[in-house]
């Protein structure tokens, strides 16, 4: 199962917090996390993740070697255009806070039908705004698991 973190590469102490503790249990749920690869939301997700023992990855927007969080770099030289792989990519996704990147982000995944959940993000249609990031990482990894190729779901 593939989780997708995405959020502001210059985040509030409290999004931070909140989004290494999603990356954190992410880890726990044995999910692969993905996301830009970046600083803020992204580096605070991959952070927790690997104090887990998690694996990261993530889908960078250049040729550069993103945050030092990250088990594999997927350096695309794509920009922003990365987005639509992250979330391709992603069985759900999570938004923790976030600004026009994330709301890009949020779009592309609501247009191919990925489920979005929400701590402090965009209140859209489409969107299930959480009230804690334990709540975001239950009910994305609910739906990844229904998601999933019957063959990749975690069987526990």
Sequence with gaps: MQIAVVGASDC?????????E??????????TLI????GGVMEAAC???????????GILPDLGDGNPYLDVRVR??????R?????????AVIAVGGKYGT?????????????????RTWDIDGVFNCATPEETVVMAV??????????NRDKR
């Design 12 to 20: 509030t102490p409290e999004e931070y917090a909140a989004a290494r």
């Design 103 to 119: 709301l890009s982000e949020i779009a592309i995944a609501l247009k191919l039908k990925k489920p979005v959940f929400g701590y």
């Design 47 to 57: 952070k927790g993740a690997k104090e887990q023992g998690g694996l990261t990855v």
């Design 35 to 38: 996301c830009g690869g970046m």
């Design 83 to 91: 987005n639509v792989v992250l979330v391709q990519s992603a069985d």
């Design 22 to 31: 999603v990356g954190s249990l992410i880890a726990v749920n044995l999910g």
């Design 142 to 151: 609910r739906a990844a698991r229904l998601c999933s190729p019957p063959e």
């Design 76 to 81: 695309s030289g794509m920009g922003y255009s």
